[in-house]
C-alpha cells in the first residue's frame, strides 16, 4: 500500500489511509522503525510527540506540556488522514486513554487505526535505551528521555514491558510484533502485520 487515497468524493476507491500506533518500551527502535516507513510510503506523516513538546516553550518545567503535544498530534493526524495519507506515531503508552483517542479520530477520519507494540527482551532493551541517552546527550538534543537517572533505566524498561503486557493481553487488537535483528527485518515483520490485519 502507498498509503495514500483519494480525496474524498472522487468516486476512486483506493487503498485506505493507516493511522499506526507503533506502542513499545523505551529502546526497542519504534521511532527508527518509523522512519523506515516513511521510505515506502510516500506523503506519510510521521508524528513524534515528544519532539512536539520539546518543540513547546520551557517544557521541561512545564508537566501540562504532555497533553499540550498530545492534542497538537491529534490534530495533524486527523488532518493528514483527511486528506488521505498514512500517519504513524512511534509513542510508548502504558494506558489506553490516548489509544482510544487516536483509535477515534481514525474512526472519524474512515482511516484504519493499528495498534503494534514493538517488543524485545529487557536486556536488549536496557542497553539500547542507555546507548540512545547517550547519543541525545552528546548532540545537547533535549529529550524526555534524558530525564531518567542512570539508576534507574532497568527499572524504567521493566515497568514499560510489565504495563505493555498487561495492556496488550485483554486487547485482541493488539498486534506484537518482536523486534528482529535489523531496522529493515522489524520493518518488514511490521509491514506482515499490518496485512494480516
Avoid at 25 to 37: E, I, L
Wanted: charged fraction near 25%; glycine fraction near 8%.
Amino acid at each position: 500500500m502507498t498509503g495514500a487515497r483519494p480525496a474524498p468524493g472522487s468516486g476512486h476507491h483506493g487503498p485506505i489511509a493507516r493511522l499506526i500506533l507503533l506502542n513499545g518500551p523505551p529502546g526497542v527502535g519504534k521511532s527508527n522503525v518509523a522512519r523506515r516507513y516513511l521510505d515506502d510510503h510516500p506523503l506519510a506523516l510521521l508524528v513524534e510527540i515528544d519532539a512536539l513538546r520539546c518543540s513547546l516553550g520551557r517544557w521541561e518545567d512545564r508537566p501540562e506540556t504532555r497533553l499540550v503535544a498530545r492534542s497538537l498530534a491529534t490534530a495533524l493526524a486527523r488532518t493528514h488522514l483527511q486528506a488521505g495519507h498514512d500517519v504513524i506515531v512511534p509513542q510508548y503508552l502504558g494506558r489506553t486513554e490516548f489509544i482510544d483517542t487516536l483509535g477515534g479520530v481514525a474512526e472519524e477520519c474512515g482511516a484504519g487505526f493499528h495498534e503494534v507494540v514493538l517488543m524485545d527482551g529487557e536486556a536488549a532493551l536496557a542497553e539500547r535505551f542507555r546507548a540512545r541517552r547517550a547519543q541525545l546527550a552528546a548532540d545537547g538534543r533535549p529529550h524526555p528521555q534524558t530525564d531518567v537517572a542512570e539508576d534507574n533505566v532497568d527499572e524504567v524498561v521493566a515497568d514499560a514491558v510489565e504495563r505493555l503486557r498487561a495492556l496488550s493481553a485483554p486487547r485482541p487488537q493488539v498486534c506484537v510484533v518482536p523486534v528482529r535483528s535489523s531496522v529493515e527485518s522489524t520493518y518488514r515483520a511490521l509491514l506482515a502485520a499490518l496485512e494480516a490485519r
